[in-house]
DNA sequence: GTATGATTAAAACGATCGTTTGATTTGTTC
DNA sequence: GAACAAATCAAACGATCGTTTTAATCATAC
């Protein structure tokens, strides 16, 4: 709680409590469950404010993203930029996977600012095919797309790229899975533990198990299969 | 088109119709987002018709579930039966994996009767964690997951069943993204040919992959690192 | 203090929501 | 055809939706 020039305790402004709560709101109920009334109430803001300050619900909708996704693709360049200037050219899958899927679970980890709640939010999000979301999240997703999937073909020189483009996608529906917690399929898996320190070196050996699996037959691979022996990673 | 007996051509009757024009629409735009008046217009019914067959918005919801869990969880109940039958016991992870998501790939792949959009509504509400679609799904699926839970420990009796069922988890996810073919991540993946023929044989090798995959360092796993030789499936 | 622009406030707008009502039509059984 | 239940129909219910309007309040400049 910060204080402002008179000495007078103040919290977040209005755009921040209402984005905060419409997070939330969004996460829980998606787009069409979640009310203008519902935000407002939880945010302590007037009914009129969203309207005043974002222009309209959905214009909302897509400063909640921006705002997360700005920081999250900002440390996955970050990264990419980083290991790329220490390794001085190629990188290793694994470390492809970290920059990408790293900056993800951080913020899935982060349950006191809200980035756990943004991620289950973005994990609900993807399978909403809702027209106005895609638009916005191909241009949020440009730059770091272009440079993950140029750092992986380096990487898996002999694995044919659209194959690569397939397991890439695999991986997403891995991890979104699995960071957003899904309850629904924990009910079908069955309640387990899901101690979040434990996630990132599970999920990360089960992806590189993927990753680097021996091509399916018939892939148009005309190279014999991999059959490079998957040792301890890392 | 079949005939009643006075040789009128008839089409589907009523709650056929529903449950059709429903599925279809759930998938496309969710269940809040899809009224009653945007089903029954598309089902060429009555308004209050929903409420006379089936009580109500949620109680339609879940028939449409039940209508195709039912079928989809039979033909893996009847996998695993004929599998264990032949086997005369323990059975190979490939089969497992097979019996488990092959009816799920194969009704994915029904574009003419409806069981691709159905896959698709299905991955859509894994991510929408409405209490009251937790609570049937749970039911839906209690035996078979229960039956294939079991058959998955004995196949890999030297992997920690808590693995196990993290890897199922991640697989779900991998395969529940890969049958609803969302869109948004097409987006942010780049479009690629998704040839819905290549997708079983894809998707195979990258479970079998990340399922054997070297256990993570620290995992609580008493007995050394899974070493052994990941060759060519099947 | 007063003017000015930014923000918040209360109230209402028309539209649409899921559901219910009561009448009418349809199909089946004597 | 009469009787009866099943199904369909048009119409309306109160509630809630996103958005807009108009006035009141706030902060900052002169």
Excluded: C
Aim: without cysteine; glycine residues 8%.
């Amino acid at each position: 709680m910060s204080e402002n020039q008179l000495g007078h305790a103040v919290g977040p402004d209005t755009t921040t409590r209402i984005l905060d709560a419409s997070e939330l709101l969004f996460a829980e109920h998606g787009f069409d469950g979640t009310s203008m009334r519902m935000i407002t109430t939880r945010a302590a803001v007037n009914l009129a404010s969203v309207n005043y300050h974002f222009g309209s619900k959905e214009a909302l909708f897509q400063a909640v993203f921006h705002r997360r996704l700005l920081e999250l693709n900002r440390h996955r360049l970050e990264a990419i930029n980083r290991m790329e200037a220490e390794s001085g050219g190629v990188l290793k899958p694994s470390q492809v996977l970290d920059g990408f899927f790293g900056p993800a679970l951080e913020m899935a980890a982060d349950t006191e600012n809200g980035g756990h709640t943004f991620m289950r939010l973005l994990g609900r999000t993807y399978t909403e095919p809702a027209e106005f979301i895609r638009n916005f999240m191909a241009v949020e997703y440009a730059e770091v797309v272009e440079r993950y999937t140029t750092a992986l073909y380096a990487a898996l020189p002999d694995v044919p790229k659209a194959e690569i483009v397939w397991r890439l996608h695999f991986m997403m529906g891995a991890v979104s899975y699995a960071i957003s917690g899904i309850d629904a399929l924990a009910l079908v898996t069955g309640r387990f533990d899901d101690d979040p320190a434990q996630l990132k070196p599970r999920l990360t050996a089960f992806l590189l198990g993927g990753l680097r699996a021996p091509l399916p037959e018939g892939a148009g691979n005309s190279a014999p299969a991999d059959t490079t022996t998957t040792r301890r990673q890392k």
